[in-house]
């Protein structure tokens, strides 16, 4: 069974209820379920949600349908030729029509970030901003992508992404969204070309996993 181990929590997602899911896109369901908030969308033949966009901003395809609470998203990326950057996805969103960009959500991003790093970012205020250049990242590979947010405790929310099931990072946001509110799921084209398959949101659950040391010496 799969397993995503945290620190102190471990989640099991095939064991989670899922509250919506895409394996093969098509056009009709692109229709259907999501709305385009800039940039270019389309279907390939192979089912794959394809996104790209030329500019430096966050264009997005979004579902129609939002997802508040304790969620877990995960699905499959790669970039596409020529492009080698940026595979991101927002949740616990909303997008600014004024502005045409995004408003809340929290962001993750896989060789992004402008110097090749995965990390977190949290918009609109961006004042939590995690990094890292630990991921050797290989243009064109599909890549599983996990990422959500759990409740810790009133006002503490620990925020995480998996590559391949391995935790690349998470963190606890003392100062979090209202993830009650706020809550669309966007595949992102940050100045890129991306495609995306087997999208599952899930309401997230964790299994407590106390830990303590034992001596090594």
Same mark, same amino acid.
């Given at each position: ?39 270019? &969308? &389309? ?22 349908? &939002? ?27 909303? &997008? ?122």
């Amino acid at each position: 069974m799969r397993l995503i181990q945290l620190m102190k929590k471990k989640l099991y997602p095939e064991n989670m209820e899922t509250l919506f899911e895409v394996g093969d896109f098509t056009n009709e369901i692109l229709e259907e379920k999501f709305d385009v908030k800039d940039g270019k &969308w &389309w279907v390939d033949e192979e089912g794959w949600l394809v996104g790209e966009n030329r500019k430096c901003s966050a264009a997005m395809c979004v579902t129609k349908e &939002w997802f508040t609470g304790d969620i877990l998203v995960e699905f499959d990326a790669a970039t596409v030729a020529p492009a080698t950057r940026d595979i991101n996805v927002t949740w616990h969103g909303s &997008w600014n029509d004024e502005k045409n960009t995004r408003a809340n959500g929290y962001v993750m991003g896989i060789n992004g970030f402008w110097e090749g790093r995965i990390g977190f970012e949290k918009s609109p205020s961006y004042n939590m901003v995690v990094l890292t250049q630990l991921f050797n990242f290989n243009p064109g590979e599909v890549y599983h992508v996990t990422v959500g947010s759990l409740t810790l405790a009133p006002g503490v929310v620990k925020v995480f992404m998996a590559i391949n099931d391995i935790v690349a990072l998470e963190i606890k946001d003392p100062d979090p969204l209202d993830t009650e509110n706020y809550g669309f799921v966007g595949l992102e084209a940050f100045c890129t070309r991306v495609k995306h398959k087997n999208l599952k949101i899930k309401r997230l659950v964790a299994v407590d996993d106390p830990k303590t040391y034992t001596p090594e010496f």
